[in-house]
Each structure stands twice: as C-alpha cells, then as structure tokens.
C-alpha cells in the first residue's frame, strides 16, 4: 500500500520534470548561462571581434567607480525611476477609479485610455518626437496659445529627459490602469457603501479603503515599474540617442554604447551585471518596506 | 424623536418600476421590519432611507426633516449589511473608530470611551484588535453592530444582517438584536425575507411584495388577519391552506370536499371565496366530521406531527399529536375551527371583513 503510494508520488514528480524540462532548458541557453557569460566577460577584457581575450580581475569594475559619466547615467536612470512610476501609478489609479463605473459606452473610454500601450515604443516615440518638435510640435504650439514660452524639449539638455518621461507616463499609466481596474473590481461595492454611510469623503475612501485593499495589484505594479524602467531602451534610441550631452543616456543605452558601439564587451557586461544586482537590491527592498504593509483580502 | 416618514416612495430603474408608492411611518424607538420574498423591493425601500439609491418619487423625512435627496451622511443613520461590509484591512477597533475619526471632532478619548461602551454592550471587548478574517461569523456580525453604535445615529438600518450566520446562531442573534432595541431604545428598519425573524423581532411589520406594501401591523395582527392571500400564505409555517369555495346568501360555503356555515355578522358575500384555514384551526374529527379527505402524507416534527391531507384537488395541513396521526392513505374527518377561519374574494385575493 505505501509502497504503491511511494511509487505513485514518484511518478508524479517524473512528469512534472518532465513537463518542465523544455522551459527549464529554454532558460538555462537564453538566461542562465548568458548571465554566467557575462560575469565571465566582465572579469576579462573583451573587444567585439577581437579573438584576444585578456583577463583584467576586478579592474572593469574600478574603472565604472571612476567613470563620471556612469554615474551621470545612473543618476539619470534613477531619476527616470523616481518620477515616472510614481506619477505613471497615479494617473494610473486615478484613471481606474473614474473608469470602474456602470456608465453608458464606458468600455470606450477604457479602450481609448489603454489604447497607447498598444502602439509599438519604437512608433510611439516617433509620435513624440513629432509633437515635441520645436519649430512646429503641437506640444509647442500648444504653449503658444497658453500664452506660455516655447521649449526645445528632445533638443535641451535641461528639458529631454523630462520629455521623455513625461511620454512613458503617458505610455505606462495606461498599461497600469487596466491591471488596476480588474483589482478595483474586486473590492467588494459594499464597503464603499458602509464608508459613505460613514461620511468618509471620496479622497477618504481612495486613501483609507480603496489603496489598502488593492495593495498586492499596487505592489504587484510598484515591482512590474520598477523592472519596465531600469530597462527603458527603445524610447532613448529613437528619440535621442542619450542626448543631448548624455541629458538622456541611461543605464541600457550606456550598456549598448560601450558593446555596440566601442565593442567593449567586458566593460559593457560589467555595466550590465551591476544594473542587475542593483535592480535586484531595489526589488529586495521595496519588498520588505512595501511587501510587509500589503493587505491580502482573504475570506470575507 | 427620530420619526422615520415614507410619503409615496417610488423606485424606477428606466421603465422598470421596482417599489410602488410605499407609505409607511416608523415610530420613534420602534423596531419596524419590512419582510416580503426576494426581489420584493424591501432592499431596495432600506437604501432608499439609507441614501444608497436614488428616491425617484416620494419623500423621506427623518425626525421631522427632509432627506429626500441628502447625502447618507446627513441623514444620521447607521447601517448593517448581509455581508458585514467590515474594512478587512482594520482591527475591529479600528473599524468601529474609522468613521468617527474621519467624519467627527471628537476626540480620540472620546471615540475610545463609546468603543468600549459598545465593545462592552456586545462582549467583543476581548476581540477588538483582531481583524475582520480571525472572527467568527458571528462576531463579524457583533462588530459590524458595534459600528454602527458607535456613532450613535437616529436610525439603525439592517439588511438581511442575520441571513449568512448557521441556524442555531441566528437564533442567538435573534435574541441580542431584541435586548439591545428593548435596553438602548434604538429606532430600528430591519429587512428580512425569513417570516420568522419579521415575527419575533417587529414591534410591527410591514409585509411587501412586487414593490407594494401589502400591510402594516403588529406580528399578531398580521398573522392572524391578513389582509390578502399573499399576507396570509407569507406569514406562518406551515402555511395557511387556501381552499376556493362557492358561498351562498345564507353564508354555508360549498367546496368539492366539504360544506360548512359560517357566521357572516351581516357581511354579503360574493359568490367566490376563498377560506384560509390554519394548520392550529383545523383538527380530526372522531366523529364522521364537517369534511372528510385522505391522507396524503405524514411528517413527525418531534412533539407534533403535520399531516397533509387532500380534500378534492385543495391540500390542507394538520397539526396533530403525534400518537394521533393518520397514516398516508386514510381516510379521515376533519373538523375547522369555524369562529378563526378567514375569508378572502375569490378574485382580488383581499380578505373579507366579517363583523362576528
């Protein structure tokens, strides 16, 4: 009898490896072992092309200590980070509210608000870097008739980065919204009823009861914005390149510069392996401050 | 005073109109319940006195003031939901506290002060700083109560607030909703769809169905005169029979399986009624009986039985000791209670007044 259940369960297992060994070895030729590569390449110095491998110890990572415009890009990048998930979260949050309701055509407005995560990045920034542009940007024209001055946007060292982020925004809250929206679904409407019975305001009830309750889908999206903008790339390359004077360079596109473009593959992993330990780090952290205050709905 | 006043209360959704012209007066500390099947609009009359739904016609006042189209929290009332609707991310305490930190000037001594009181009242003084998933149904229903004492409101609503505890529990609530209405003196609008809690719980009770109102009264006026069909079938358990006879001037009722006099007092009957008897008003006869009908099947309840018997193609219930219960398949006499049976017209179902 236990022998039978024994031999059961170690069949059961079986398959499952089974099951999962075709992912497993996806992830180990296109994951593992490129990051395994790349630890290895960053200890050596490597040039693209170059069959001459030299090993260099930890010196590709004293160099990044000392290179000023890596930390001009790291600056960038967490600045990027700081301003655009936070404001994209928002918005997104807000838009959620307004759009959980029963009105007419209201499957419409969801549609027209999620419809810019649809747009491919690359065309997206093409979009923008029309609407940014200067001479005749609708953005510019805009100011003019608000009586305000024109800006260079993509084109000022001060303004680009902004410009950009405030594009991601627009590009992100949409994405955010939409997982935000099938949360709110799930708080129950009679809490928000108890709560106006209470007299607890609109603001109140978003604060006090809304945000608790859909913390893990908030959390969820806090880590997902985290991931999604560390990596931002495509916005960078099309609109700017980095520029002007590396305003716009960020972490990725410093990573592609130093292997595409100087063909230093060593530097350019060691680069790459910090931006991962350094995201790891950021995701380990905002899930012991923000993971401990989740509130999970469980049985009502 | 917290007089609550429904003056011609309409609900419509589009063109659907779900509560008809409700009138209805809920006395200061009186503990009103509105029972009726589900879909009746009785839910839907409590969130229009709540705030929660929009009164498309009528009026409200609450205490002498109109509150027609005020928002809930001018109305300075509390409610208590089927599902609790405690924020399950808060203590108990916090639960109770949260909308008297976020809406009063009171101070945090204060709101303590009637935390406790209430706490106490509802012996949750020990389960304050769980929170909504470490409590028992029960309990969630006590803190859910709690809440709404807390702010000390004129009217206390309850939907439903007993329906998702186990029987034996209901019982129990049943009998602390009745202590805390009798000892706080609260104004009470509970809605229920169970007759027994409209029974036991009503000061009076208002019996709805299809969005009207069928009646209005004390429990036992309502059980033991309905005003129609509908009352009369709603109210008691088992329900009453309702047996179509035809009647002649002289007030002897003819039905397929019986004939039988009853005193009119004066009233003229229409040739069309219906007899509502009572499983308590009519019993076996040892003698050949006013009707006789064959039994059609027999049900031991503990102390009593309900026996089911048929009489032509009406059925009638029994209630019988259980020694003297016939067996399915007998044939047996029944005798009604002449003096307690009611009538109803055939065709508009409303009961007939018979002064005698």
Redesign the interface.
């Known amino acids: 009898m236990s022998l039978n259940v024994a031999r059961a369960r170690r069949n059961e297992a079986l398959l499952a490896y089974a099951f999962l060994f075709p992912s497993l070895v996806f992830l180990a030729v296109f994951t593992y072992w490129p990051i395994l590569r790349s630890i290895w390449f960053s200890l050596h110095d490597v040039v693209l092309g170059d069959p001459e491998i030299f090993w260099l110890g930890a010196e590709n990572y004293l160099r990044l200590l000392d290179d000023g415009l890596f930390w001009k890009v790291f600056a960038n990048t967490a600045l990027y980070t700081l301003i655009t998930i936070p404001l994209a979260i928002l918005v997104a949050l807000l838009l959620a509210v307004a759009l959980d309701s029963k009105l007419r055509g209201i499957g419409l407005y969801r549609s027209a608000f999620f419809y810019p995560v649809m747009i491919p990045s690359v065309a997206a920034g093409m979009v923008w870097v029309f609407l940014y542009a200067p001479g005749y940007g609708p953005i510019n024209e805009a100011l003019t008739f608000l009586g305000l001055p024109r800006l260079d946007w993509l084109y000022s060292s001060k303004w680009a980065l902004p410009a950009i982020m405030l594009m991601s925004i627009w590009k992100y809250s949409g994405y955010f919204m939409l997982i935000l929206l099938a949360a709110l679904k799930l708080v129950?409407s009679?809490?928000y009823?108890?709560?106006?019975?209470?007299?607890?305001?609109a603001p109140?009830r978003l604060i006090?009861?809304t945000v608790?309750?859909i913390?893990p889908t908030l959390y969820f999206v806090i880590v997902i914005g985290l991931l999604h903008s560390y990596q931002i790339f495509d916005y960078v390359y099309v609109m700017t390149q980095g520029g002007p004077a590396d305003a716009t360079n960020v972490l990725t596109f410093y990573i592609y510069q130093n292997g595409f473009q100087y063909q230093d593959i060593g530097y350019a992993s060691t680069l790459a392996n910090t931006l991962l330990v350094f995201v790891l780090g950021l995701i380990g952290l905002v899930s012991v401050t923000l993971g401990r205050r989740v509130?999970y709905?469980?049985?009502? | 005073m917290a007089t609550v006043i429904l003056q011609n209360v309409c609900k419509s959704y589009g063109n659907r109109k779900t509560v008809h012209d409700v009138n209805l007066t809920i006395e200061d500390k009186e503990f009103m319940v509105l029972v009726g099947p589900s879909g009746c609009g009785k839910s839907t009359t409590l969130r229009m006195v709540?705030?929660?739904e929009d009164i498309t016609a009528g009026r409200l006042t609450i205490d002498g003031r109109d509150v027609t189209d005020a928002?809930?929290?001018q109305r300075d009332?509390?409610?208590v939901?089927q599902?609790y609707?405690l924020?399950?991310?808060m203590t108990a305490y916090r639960n109770m506290a949260?909308?008297l930190l976020?809406?009063t000037r009171l101070s945090k001594a204060e709101i303590d002060g009637r935390i406790r009181e209430a706490a106490e009242i509802l012996h949750i003084t020990d389960l304050l700083d769980r929170r909504?998933?470490e409590l028992s149904g029960g309990e969630r229903q006590r803190v859910a109560i709690g809440?709404a004492l807390v702010?000390k409101p004129k009217v206390f609503l309850f939907d439903e607030p007993l329906s998702n505890l186990d029987a034996k529990l209901r019982n129990r609530m049943r009998g602390e909703l009745k202590r805390l209405h009798r000892e706080l003196g609260l104004t009470v609008i509970y809605v229920t769809h169970d007759q027994i809690e409209a029974m036991t719980l009503g000061s009076r009770v208002a019996m709805m169905s299809k969005g009207e109102l069928q009646q209005v009264g004390v429990p036992m006026d309502v059980y033991m005169r309905p005003a129609n069909t509908f009352v009369a079938t709603f109210i008691g358990s088992p329900e009453m029979a309702l047996l179509p006879c035809r009647a002649d001037a002289g007030g002897v009722l003819g039905h397929d399986g019986f004939a039988a006099g009853v005193a009119l007092g004066g009233t003229e009957l229409p040739s069309d009624v219906i007899l509502g008897v009572r499983p308590e008003e009519v019993s076996f006869s040892r003698t050949a009986g006013m009707a006789r009908g064959q039994v059609e099947r027999s049900e031991l309840i503990g102390a009593e039985a309900l026996v089911e018997v048929a009489l032509g193609e009406d059925r009638i219930t029994v209630r019988s000791a259980v020694a003297d219960a016939p067996e399915p398949g007998e044939q047996v006499g029944l005798d009604f209670d002449l003096a307690r049976v009611r009538l109803f017209h055939a065709g508009t179902g409303q009961a007939i007044d018979r002064q005698g």
Do not use: C, N, W
């Not at chain 1, 009823?193 to 305001?201: F, I, K, P, T, Y």
């Not at chain 1, 709905?297 to 009502?300: H, I, N, P, S, V």
């Open positions: 129950p009679d809490l009823e108890a709560a106006r019975l209470d007299g607890v305001s109140q006090h009861i608790p309750l913390s509130h709905l469980g049985e009502r | 709540a705030g929660l928002p809930p929290q009332i509390a409610m939901f599902s609707a924020y399950p991310h949260f909308g976020k809406t909504p998933k809440r702010r």
